[in-house]
């Protein structure tokens, strides 16, 4: 079955990396572990929170791939010497990801209590003008030159 895109109209033209990112946004969506939460902590300023109970910091790694923000953790299993009655308690891998708008930048990252800390900031952008010079394609005139020549008669 072909899949037919709403981008695929000849006057959408460009538009291709948006469809992509709408992919990777629904590909992401069904992730439930580990929670998280998003705020707002300023005008320009968000916060990613994720709980992350049980992870040291050298068992996170946080990166940018492709403007999109992506968060892995791996513990170390040590149940090779443990004996288990219940185990509640999953040691599990995660990949959990976000897409990123254009221009916002990861300000950095914070383990405390058992909760990662992701900040990002959108710059404001400064208002930025530019004169383009138009080029004329007709060719250009010679200047002219005027020469006052008296007649014969009125010298």
Known sequence: MTRVSVFSSPLLLGFDHIERVLDRVAKTGAEGYPPYNIEQTGEHRLRITLAVAGFADEDLGVAIEDNQ???????????????????????????????????????????????????????????????????????????????????????
């Open 69 to 155: 923000l992506v968060i892995r953790g791996k513990q170390q299993d040590d149940s090779s010497n443990r004996v288990y009655l219940h185990r509640g308690i999953a040691a599990r891998q995660f990949t959990r990801s976000f897409v990123l708008a254009e221009g916002i930048e990861v300000r950095g990252a914070e383990l405390v209590n058992g909760l990662l800390h992701i900040d990002l900031e959108r710059p404001v952008p400064q208002p930025k003008v530019t004169q383009i010079q138009i080029k004329s394609s007709a060719p250009k005139k010679k200047p002219t030159k005027t020469i006052d020549v008296e007649p014969d008669h009125l010298k």
